[in-house]
């Protein structure tokens, strides 16, 4: 462990520090364009493209409610390349056989909508395995850059180690999510507005986004419930879905029960309109706070026809929200496994200061503690003066299983005070162990995991684990399940073992 590091606040890159090339960045006047390839003409080295979806410079997704034919011009200065991969070029030649499909995403100056696009960079793939886009018989690596010596040998690369962009590519299928197209009303397509005065599209610096304006008592809390629903149809073929949405609060007064706050709500439901499955995870916020991006994934009910979102306050205030998203059967996010494991250790936070890779299910009860120079991670769960505590806290991290891996070390060490664990085996604090397949599902049978159920200075704890056929993945996450008090968490870790 280190004895001396930045804290979260101090982190910074060194101005030196050499940055890999990154592909399909846009400069001013520039615009991107994704969709799917309809023809290609070499000799006019030009091809026509079936946009689905645009982005700004300003980084403002719009995905098109009906695809709109864009024609590309390329020329000798064109980068031509797989995405996900700058040194993997192609040829328009590589183009021509269309076959079940070849997408695309173009990078060049807008000169109207009437006019070719002259591309300064074509980023092309016609499938997407194991989270890597793919062309014909080439795979892109995992790093932007190109190949180098950390795609020889992943385990000893200290590069950004997550395998799947914390942004959607492409295949956004929510037509509804930019608020840019409003009717004569001023009601957003596809949303339905049931009071104008509190439910407003507007704009800044030429971006549209929806407001909520929620009004507050004498006592603060809301004096009516505000909802803007959308609804839209799924595919069968849609297992897994992924929402993104940007939120924005202020003045925001929360209720007191611990679902009034600000939030989008998914819905699955039948072709009755009705509700099928349980009530999913939301995306929300419980305070005020400035843009703020969000994901959530949710595995699609059997036998639902519809997905239902709704943009909500249970809390007053005044909520923005923008860029909301539906990605279906999406290449989960997921960690490469590391010899320095900075994920367990943490002694480092990611690029906006938060856990490296561990995502919290409340993060108010998580906490990144500092004693001698050692930083560890600490669930406080202590009952407040009702006695109330969360019943389930966890903050899981996804890594990936390389296929030729048998067994695994796991490692982790912990300490508890103020302990009280639940009746059931399971009601105690630990270090939770997920085996998945490739779409994030759980594969039976569940696996023992290292777990305390008393109060106790450091402890390593310590185990074998055979990896469950079939797994793609492993999730670890140090949660509590119906027990309270204060748990702490270092030197998380796992090792391939043959």
């Not at 995905?63 to 864009?70: G, N």
Request: hydrophobic share 40%.
């Amino acid at each position: 462990m280190a004895t001396c590091c930045p804290t979260f606040a101090q982190v910074s890159v060194e101005p030196d520090t050499p940055v890999a090339p990154q592909e399909l960045t846009m400069r001013l006047g520039e615009i991107q364009l994704e969709g799917q390839i309809r023809a290609v003409d070499p000799v006019q080295k030009t091809l026509t493209l079936d946009v689905t979806s645009f982005t700004l410079p300003s980084g403002k997704a719009n995905q098109l409610a009906a695809t709109k034919p864009k024609v590309v011009l390329l020329d000798e200065h064109t980068l031509l390349h797989v995405r996900g991969g700058l040194k993997q070029s192609v040829t328009l030649a590589d183009l021509t056989a269309l076959g079940d499909g070849i997408f695309a995403a173009v990078v060049g100056k807008d000169l109207g909508s009437d006019k070719a696009l002259p591309a300064r960079e074509v980023a092309v793939w016609d499938r997407i395995e194991a989270g890597l886009y793919r062309f014909k018989d080439k795979a892109a690596p995992d790093n932007q850059g190109g190949g180098d010596a950390s795609e020889a040998n992943p385990a000893d690369a200290d590069d950004d180690a997550l395998d799947e962009p914390a942004t959607p590519p492409m295949s956004n299928i929510f037509p509804y999510g930019s608020f840019e197209e409003v009717d004569e009303q001023g009601t957003p397509a596809g949303w339905a507005f049931s009071d104008h005065e509190h439910m407003k599209v507007m704009e800044e610096g030429g971006n549209h986004f929806l407001r909520i304006i929620s009004p507050a008592g004498l006592d603060g809390k809301i004096t009516i419930f505000l909802s803007v629903p959308v609804r839209f149809k799924l595919n069968p073929s849609w297992q897994k879905i992924r929402i993104y949405a940007r939120m924005r609060a202020t003045q925001l007064h929360l209720g007191s029960n611990s679902w009034e706050t600000a939030r989008l709500v998914p819905e699955f439901q039948d072709a009755g309109g009705n509700r099928v499955g349980p009530y999913q995870p939301v995306i929300e916020l419980k305070k005020d706070s400035d843009w703020v991006s969000q994901m959530i994934e949710i595995e699609v009910v059997p036998g639902a026809t519809y997905l239902r979102l709704s943009a909500e306050s249970f809390a007053s205030g005044i909520i923005d929200y923008d860029d909301i998203r539906v990605e279906p059967n999406s290449p989960l996010p997921a960690h490469r496994w590391r010899k320095s494991f900075p994920e367990g250790n943490f002694e480092t936070p990611d690029a906006q200061g938060n856990l490296l890779g561990w995502k919290p299910s409340d993060p108010k009860l998580y906490q990144v503690m500092e004693e001698n120079g050692n930083h560890f991670l600490r669930i406080n769960n202590l009952p407040n003066a009702t006695g109330q505590f969360s019943h389930f806290v966890s903050a899981p991290c996804r890594f990936k299983l390389d296929p030729h891996w048998k067994k695994l070390r796991i490692r982790v060490r912990m300490r508890a005070s103020h302990l009280k664990i639940g009746v059931n085996p399971w009601e105690d604090a630990r270090l939770a162990l997920v085996f998945e397949d490739a779409l994030g599902r759980h594969i039976e049978p569940w696996t023992a995991v290292p777990s305390i159920k008393h109060d106790t200075d450091w402890v390593n704890l310590e185990q074998m684990q055979d990896i469950t056929p079939g797994s793609v993945y492993l999730t670890l996450s140090p949660e509590m399940q119906g027990s309270s008090g204060v748990v702490d968490y270092d030197d998380i870790r796992f090792d391939p073992i043959g």
